[in-house]
Structure formats: structure tokens, C-alpha cells
């Protein structure tokens, strides 16, 4: 393949020149980053090291309006621009209530009694068709709370059922309410009819419409109560009700909204058991056919959070470049934009560079094999269809569901040689049902880790004496396989579990802030690609920490030693191999068929 870095000392190669099918939304005539040569063609035996000279102006790419949305066009160097406006915003005073709400026994907050009138009020009008001002209340939105206020008061702790005001506020609107409501909202709310003191039919009758709603019915009555479901429960419903078809008015046709937000918002409040988040994990492996399988000795796969990073440098797009410099091989997933964060991801940053980030499985592939990247980004839109129908669902139930959590353990291509699994988690109680389900996965090795904003990068910053509690950033656990046995898991695979708090400065990294980001895209890639050509500074120590840090925890070839792992990341980003990688990414992944 025709190198990209022409070794002539005066060339010059841009972003906008190594694109041969420009990608439909971006045109980069103000977009690039040029990489100068030495004249000695920067050959490292030569005993100098390359120098590359990057300037990025990124923040002002063009767009081509044509297809493109008005919200796209905005300003596509910011995280929420990628919103599409095509998806209907909920009801913002709604949405605040589930932010307190929807959530686990210990974390909800009751309404107070202004806040609960208030929020009964609005959903009232809005059922009606009387709120003025206000986007109306969705079914999802309606479905979710009513969903959380029935599990409240089945089924959580007294601290955290229903505060005075709520109750005066639901003894006051729901005479009004069960006449104006739909009957599957009414369901949730009241499924025995128990809950409101009315005694209302409604909830105890109601079977839904349509065979496949029948089922959603009947493990929503447990669930409101509550209680758990079984692995091929899960399975079944979600393999009856989705994908969810959109229409134009931003509804969904085939099963009610209500309903099912009502279900994934209510099995996390619940706290998912094991089987139930196999189940999320496992329902749409088959959904575009057998899985590829890379010819490549190892491959590991990257489950970032989907939501993105609202605050800080987001790395692994950069790691994985840094990591195919010596044949360890990176999948990234993950969705262009996603609630509740709508934050930086790494289909953005590839996307605002001018990549394809439309790849199918087999296109990935191809990639992965490529001796010149071995890394690759596949988005959830084209891996698992289905799941992706329920992106305005998710805006619209606030809280993350259960698939938040599974969606990070995937494998949308697999490998002939040794698999890995890295993803990152926030909340504490998380870190073991993610290790279960890679050892579900059959993977030889897997890492969790505790980064900022719930991401998998480890920083480099001292942690701080005031810092909150729980598990601390950059919290790692996991396990890697053994070349002779000495703990045999149920499972029959010999593993080495490990669990550490990583100091970066144990490793000789001078303690730094985390370069922020602020939700701009563009600044992110800036951050990288500086950092790519060998400039130092603390997105570069990320890098190197996270491409070398990972390599030594998953138990990966040539990085027994820790310090040897960081060296040899040093070495990729230094030589303008991890680079030149990145560049080839952009322009091969417009090629391939």
C-alpha cells in the first residue's frame, strides 16, 4: 500500500488530500494538518527521530448542506450539534423529575410537594393538549415516570417511596389523570389497581395490544413490582419489539413507547441481575448474520461508554492507533451521538476528520487484517440496528437503562488469535457484572476501569485528598489468562483475576490536570494529533499511559514489563508510525467495498 508520508523532504500531506471519497456532510478545504518531513527523511537509524510539524484548524470545516440537518450544520466542532433534529425533544420539566426519580433505591430523591404538583400538572395539560410553551409530554417520558413511581412505592425503602408531597400531589391529580391518560399508561401507573385508591380496573385488565405487546405486559406486572426476570424473557420481549420503526412525526410504530420505556427503565431501578444483563448482552449477536472472524494473533475490543465525555480529553481513538504500531489490534464501537451526555465521541472525531464511519462488520474486517492500520470503529447503527432504534427512547427515559452497560461488551468482529475486552464504568457494583459478561464472551483477557466521566482512560493527575468516596479514578480490575493453571474459573479457563489502583507517577509520569475538552469535538482531535506528533505534554502522557498501561494488564505480548509497554507506545507515537496510522485509517476506510 502507497505510504501516505512522503519521504521527499519537502512534501506535505493534508487531512483533505488523503481522502479519495469525501464523506457526504464534510469538505475540508479549511480542515488540515500538515505533516512536514526533515530532509533526511526521518529515518530513526540514522539516530534522529522524526519531526512532524501539525497545524490544525479544524474548528473551521466547512459543511456540504446538501442531506444534512439543520442542527448538523450548526456547528459540528460541538458534541450536541450531532443531536439530530430530527428526534423530538421531551418535556424538560418531566425530564428534570426523572433525573430525581428514575433511579436506584439509594439514589432516588423524592419530589418535593411544589415540584410533584407542578410535574402532575404539566403531564395533565400535555395529555389534554393544553400546554402551551412546552414540548409535549412523550409516551416514553410518561412511561418511564409512572414506571418509577410504581417501583417506588412496591418496592423501595422506605427513604425513598413517596415523599408527603408526592402523595398529596397524586391523591389530587389522579381522579383527573385516569380519565385522560391512555390505558397502557394507566397500566404502569396502577398495575393492580392498588397503588391510587381508586380502584380502577384499568391496570388489573389491561393485556395490550397485539401478541407482542402481550408479553411486554406480562413481565412489566413483575417488574413494576419489583421483582426479576429470566434470561429468555429478556430475550423474548426485545427480540418481539425491536427494532423500533420511527415515523415522521418522531413516534414509533409496533409496540407502545410507554411500555417499554417503562421496562428498561424499571429493570434498572431494580438492579439487573446477571442473567438479565446477559440477556441485553447477548439478544442481537445474530442479527446481521455469523460474526467475522479477523485473521489477526490479537484483537482487542474497546467499549467506551456511548454517551461520550462532556469534560475531558477522550484518548483510546489515539491509543489504538498507538497500539496497531506493533500488531496489537483495536475495535472501537460506539454511535455518533447518544443520551443522556451527548458528549465527544470517537464516531464524531472520526466523522469531523473526513473517515467513513459507516463500516460493516466484514468492512472492519478488512481493516483489522490491513498491516498498514490494524485498528478499526464500527457504529452501533450498522452492527446492531435494532438496538440503535432506541436512541430517542433513551433521550427521552433521562436515565441510562440496562444497555448502557451491556452495549460496551460487544464483539461485532472476532479474531483467529487471542480476544480482549476493555471498557470503563462509573457507579460502584458495576465493575463485576462487566467482567461476567466478557468471561461470558469467552475472551482470553478483560479490564474494567474506573476513568473520569465513567470512561476507560486512566489519568495522569494526582487523586485528590478531598476527592469523593468509593471506588477512586483509575481503579482497575480484571483477569487475563495463564499459561499454566492456578485458578480454574467455573467456566473451565484458567484465569488470573487482579484488581489495582493505577499512580501514574510510580511509573515516572510527572502528576497532571486532565486537558479539558469542554464538549468540542475538534479540540479533542487537536489534543491527539498534537500528541501523535511526538509533542509532549499531558494528552501525550495519556496516550502512552493507557496504550501501555492496558498492554500490561491484559497480559499482552512483549509487555510483561511495564516499563518496556510504555516504552514501545513511546516509540510508536515518537517514530510517526502511530501517526501515519491514523492517516492511513481516514483514507483506506473510504476505500474499502
Known amino acids: 500500500m502507497k505510504a501516505l508520508l512522503n519521504p521527499e523532504p519537502s512534501a506535505f500531506t493534508s487531512i483533505s488530500s488523503i481522502s479519495t471519497a469525501k464523506p457526504r456532510n464534510l469538505t475540508h478545504s479549511h480542515t488540515q494538518a500538515f505533516l512536514k518531513l526533515p530532509a533526511n527523511n526521518g529515518h530513526l537509524s540514522n539516530g534522529r527521530r522524526l519531526a512532524l510539524t501539525t497545524r490544525a484548524t479544524l ?32 418535556n424538560q420539566t418531566v425530564l428534570d423529575a426523572q433525573a430525581r426519580v428514575c433511579t436506584g433505591p439509594t439514589q432516588t430523591r423524592p419530589l418535593g410537594e411544589d415540584q410533584a404538583f407542578k410535574v402532575l ?71 393492580e389497581g392498588s397503588l391510587m385508591g381508586t380502584g380502577s380496573s384499568i391496570g388489573p385488565q389491561f393485556v395490550g395490544n397485539g401478541t407482542r405487546e402481550m408479553r411486554l405486559v406480562g413481565v412489566l406486572r413483575e417488574v413494576l413490582a ?19 420503526k420511527s415515523m415522521e412525526d418522531g413516534t414509533s410504530t409496533g409496540v407502545s413507547e410507554a411500555l417499554l420505556s417503562a421496562l428498561l427503565i424499571g429493570q434498572r431501578m431494580n438492579r439487573e441481575t446477571d442473567r438479565e444483563l446477559k440477556a441485553y448482552c447477548l439478544a442481537f449477536d445474530d442479527e446481521l448474520g455469523a460474526t467475522p472472524i479477523a485473521d489477526v ?17 477522550r484518548s483510546t481513538l489515539f491509543v489504538a492507533a498507538v497500539r496497531s504500531c506493533y500488531a496489537e489490534s483495536s475495535l472501537l464501537h460506539g454511535v455518533e451521538w447518544m443520551p443522556p451526555k451527548g458528549g465527544v465521541t470517537e464516531e464524531q472525531m472520526l466523522k ?74 462509573y457507579h460502584e457494583g458495576y465493575e463485576e457484572p462487566l467482567l461476567m459478561l466478557m468471561k461470558r464472551r469467552g475472551v482470553n483477557s478483560g479490564l474494567v476501569v474506573k476513568g473520569e466521566e465513567g470512561a476507560l482512560s486512566m489519568t495522569t493527575r494526582l487523586r485528590s485528598v478531598n476527592s469523593s468516596r468509593g471506588i477512586p479514578v483509575n481503579y482497575c480490575s480484571g483477569f487475563r489468562s495463564l499459561s499454566m493453571a492456578s485458578a480454574c474459573e467455573v467456566d473451565g479457563v484458567s484465569r488470573e483475576s487482579f484488581s489495582l489502583e493505577v499512580n501514574a507517577r510510580d511509573y515516572g509520569f510527572e502528576p497532571t490536570d486532565t486537558p479539558r475538552t469542554d464538549r468540542s469535538v475538534s479540540k479533542n482531535i487537536e489534543l491527539g494529533l498534537t500528541a501523535l506528533r511526538g509533542n509532549k505534554g499531558p494528552a501525550y502522557d495519556r496516550i502512552v499511559l493507557n496504550a501501555g498501561m492496558v498492554d500490561h494488564l491484559l497480559g499482552c505480548d512483549g509487555a510483561e514489563d511495564i516499563y518496556v509497554a510504555l516504552d514501545r507506545a513511546r516509540e510508536a507515537i515518537d517514530s510517526g508510525k502511530a501517526l501515519k496510522r491514523l492517516l492511513d485509517y481516514i483514507k483506506i476506510s473510504n476505500e474499502v467495498g
Open 297 to 313: 494473533k490479537s484483537l482487542t475490543h474497546y467499549g467506551e461508554p456511548y454517551d461520550g465525555n462532556t469534560r475531558f480529553f
Open 121 to 191: 400538572d404539566t403531564i395533565y395539560r400535555s395529555v389534554k393538549g393544553e400546554l402551551i410553551d412546552e414540548e409535549p409530554v412523550s409516551k416514553s417520558q410518561l412511561g418511564a415516570f409512572f414506571a418509577a413511581m410504581a417501583i417506588r412505592a412496591n418496592a423501595f425503602p422506605e427513604g425513598t417511596q413517596w415523599s408527603e408531597g408526592e402523595s398529596r400531589a397524586m391523591n389530587q391529580f389522579w381522579p383527573l389523570l385516569v380519565r385522560a391518560l391512555p390505558a397502557d399508561v394507566v397500566f404502569i401507573a396502577d398495575p
Open 59 to 90: 474548528d473551521s470545516v466547512k459543511i456540504d448542506q446538501s442531506g444534512i440537518s439543520e442542527t448538523d450544520i450548526r456547528n459540528p466542532t460541538v458534541s450536541s450539534s450531532y443531536r439530530s433534529s430530527n428526534l423530538p425533544k421531551p
Open 226 to 244: 419489583g421483582g426479576h426476570l429470566g434470561f429468555e424473557e429478556v430475550q423474548g420481549v426485545l427480540r418481539d419489539v425491536l427494532p423500533l
Open 352 to 425: 469531523f476528520m473526513g473517515a467513513n464511519t459507516s463500516l460493516t462488520p466484514l468492512q472492519a474486517k478488512i481493516l483489522l487484517e490491513d498491516d498498514e492500520i490494524g485498528f478499526a470503529y464500527i457504529s452501533q447503527r450498522e452492527a446492531r440496528p435494532s438496538l440503535y432504534s432506541l436512541v430517542k427512547l433513551r433521550e427521552h427515559i433521562k436515565k441510562r437503562p440496562p444497555l448502557a452497560t451491556t452495549e460496551k461488551v460487544q464483539q461485532f468482529v472476532k479474531a483467529r488469535g487471542k480476544e480482549a475486552i476493555v471498557t470503563g464504568f
